[in-house]
C-alpha cells in the first residue's frame, strides 16, 4: 500500500537534490489562483448577496442571511454533549497556559546616553479566522485560532465556517459550540474562498479585517495569496503532512496507528515513515493492514493518501542521515520515536512541530497537549512558524534621542547618506545644527 524510497548506501545529496527525493502532494495554488480571482472579486462587488449566491452553489445551502444569529452560538452550547464540553474546556485551558506564556512585553534599550530604542507590541485590531468544514470538523481548530488571538490581545475578531445543509445552512453546532465557548459572538456561515474574501474586503454584515488565519483547502491557500499584501496572512496551508523517525526500538503498532491518523484528514495527507531499520519498516507495513481495516474512511481518505505519491517509507543507513531527511523534509508534524529521542530532537531543525518519544503522538498536539496544531506544510517549516501569540502582535520602535546624543552620531548619518547619494538624508539632520565636518 505504502511505497518504499531506499536512500541507504551512498552518501545523501545535499539541499534542494535531497528535498526533490522526498515525497509531496501535488498541490497546485497558481493554478487555483486564477479560479478563486473571479470569485473573490465578485464578493467585492456584491458582497453579501455573493456570499449568499456562493453558499447555494458550492454548500447546497440557502442562506437568509451570512452572520449567525446569537441565539443559535448560544443553543449550540447549551446543547453540546457534556463530554464533548469538558473535552474543548481543556483543550483551550492548555492552551491558554502555552499561548499566554508567549506574550511579549515592552523592552526599553539604552543605545547611548541620551539615545534608547524602544520596541513596544501592538496587536492587530481585528482578524478573520476560518474553521473548515469540509470533511472533517474541526472545533480544534477554532480553539487553535481564538486562544492566540485572544491572548495576544486581538480586539476584534470574527470566525468562518462553511454552512451545512443538514444544520439548515448555519456551520456546525460543533464549531458554533466552541465560538461560544470563547466568547466569540461575531460567526460567518461562508467557506473556502469567499469566506477569505469576505474578511479581506468586507461586506454589508461583515467589517474588513486586517489579517486572516486558519487552515483551509487550496481555495483557502489561494484566496490567502489572492489578498497578500491586503491582508496578512498565517499560511498558504497544504494538506497535512506527518513524518516519524523511528529506529528499531520503535513500536510498529504506534507508528502505523500514527501514520493513518493524520491520513484520515484527505486523501493529499502525506504519512512519511524515515528509518534505519527495515525490520520495523516491514513490521509497520503488516501492522497497516489490520488497523486500517478497523477504523473509517478507508477508501476516501486513508487508503489514497497512504498509497499516493506524497506517502513513503523512507530507508537510510543511520538515524544521523535520517536526521537529515526530516531536516530537508520539514514536515508539519515530526514524531521522533528513537532511543534516546529528547537529545534527537533537539538537533531538529525544521519541523512545524516536533513530538518527542512514544508518548507523545501528533493526536496529542491536536487537541491538548497545549501547543498549537496550525503549523507549516509543504516543507515551510524551514522558514515559518506555527501560529502562536506572535502571529497577532507587530512590534514598532520607539526612537528617543537627546540634542546631544543626535549630535554626537550626526557625522556618521552624513556620510552614510552621502554614500549612498541620499543629501538630503544627511541635510536633515544639518538642518538642526550649525555643522560642519569634525576637525574642519
Not at 469540509?134 to 475578531?157: D, K, T
Not at 526500538?249 to 491520513?263: E, N, Y
Not at 502582535?393 to 537627546?402: A, E, F, P, Q, S
Request: a negative charge; proline letters at 6%.
Amino acid at each position: 500500500m505504502i511505497s518504499r524510497i531506499d536512500l541507504r548506501g551512498d552518501a545523501l545529496p545535499e539541499g534542494g537534490a535531497l528535498r526533490d527525493l522526498l515525497p509531496r502532494a501535488d498541490f497546485d495554488v497558481a493554478a487555483a489562483l486564477e479560479k478563486v480571482r473571479p470569485i473573490c472579486e465578485d464578493v467585492h462587488h456584491r458582497g453579501d448577496a455573493a456570499l449568499i449566491e456562493y453558499a447555494e452553489k458550492f454548500d447546497g445551502v440557502r442562506l437568509d442571511q451570512v452572520r449567525v444569529p446569537a441565539a443559535a452560538l448560544k443553543r449550540a452550547l447549551e446543547e453540546l454533549d457534556p463530554a464533548v464540553r469538558a473535552a474543548l474546556e481543556e483543550s483551550v485551558r492548555r492552551a491558554r497556559i502555552v499561548h499566554r506564556a508567549q506574550r511579549r512585553s515592552e523592552h526599553t534599550t539604552q543605545v547611548v546616553p541620551g539615545g534608547t530604542v524602544t520596541e513596544k507590541w501592538v496587536p492587530v485590531d481585528r482578524v478573520g479566522l476560518y474553521a473548515p468544514g469540509g470533511r472533517s470538523v474541526y472545533p480544534s481548530s477554532v480553539i487553535m485560532n481564538v486562544v492566540p488571538a485572544q491572548e495576544a490581545g486581538v480586539a476584534s475578531l470574527a470566525l468562518a465556517s462553511p454552512g451545512q445543509k443538514e444544520f439548515g445552512g448555519l456551520p456546525h453546532p460543533t464549531i458554533l459550540a466552541a465560538c461560544a465557548l470563547l466568547g466569540v459572538d461575531e460567526v460567518y456561515a461562508a467557506g473556502g474562498a469567499t469566506a477569505v474574501a469576505m474578511f479581506a474586503y468586507g461586506t454589508e454584515s461583515c467589517a474588513p479585517a486586517n489579517m486572516v488565519t486558519g487552515p483551509g483547502n487550496i481555495w483557502v491557500a489561494a484566496a490567502k495569496r489572492y489578498f497578500t499584501g491586503r491582508i496578512g496572512i498565517d499560511a498558504e496551508a497544504g494538506p497535512t503532512e506527518i513524518a516519524v523517525l523511528a529506529d528499531a526500538t520503535a513500536d510498529p503498532v504506534h507508528v502505523a496507528a500514527d501514520l493513518i491518523s493524520q491520513a484520515e484528514h484527505d486523501p493529499l495527507a502525506a504519512a512519511v515513515l524515515v528509518t534505519d531499520s527495515e525490520e520495523l519498516a516491514a513490521a509497520v507495513e503488516r501492522e497497516l493492514e489490520p488497523q486500517i481495516a478497523a477504523t473509517k474512511h478507508v477508501e476516501d481518505r486513508i487508503v489514497p493518501a497512504l498509497s499516493g505519491r506524497q506517502s513513503a517509507i523512507v530507508l537510510v543507513s543511520g538515524i544521523a542521515d535520517g536526521l537529515e531527511v526530516v531536516n530537508a523534509y520539514g514536515a508539519e508534524h515530526l514524531e521522533i520515536q528513537t532511543a534516546d529521542a529528547a537529545a534527537l530532537a533537539a538537533r531538529v531543525r525544521n519541523a512545524g512541530a516536533v513530538f518527542v518519544g512514544p508518548w507523545a503522538p501528533v493526536s496529542l498536539g491536536d487537541y491538548a497537549a497545549g501547543s498549537n496544531h496550525v503549523l507549516p506544510t509543504g516543507g515551510c517549516a524551514c522558514h515559518s512558524s506555527g501560529l502562536s501569540v506572535q502571529s497577532f502582535l507587530r512590534g514598532i520602535h520607539i526612537v528617543d534621542y537627546t540634542r546631544d546624543a543626535l549630535a554626537e552620531v550626526t557625522h556618521h548619518v552624513v556620510t552614510l547618506a552621502e554614500a549612498e547619494d541620499l543629501p538630503a538624508h544627511g541635510a536633515a539632520l544639518k538642518a538642526r545644527f550649525d555643522w560642519k565636518v569634525p576637525g574642519q
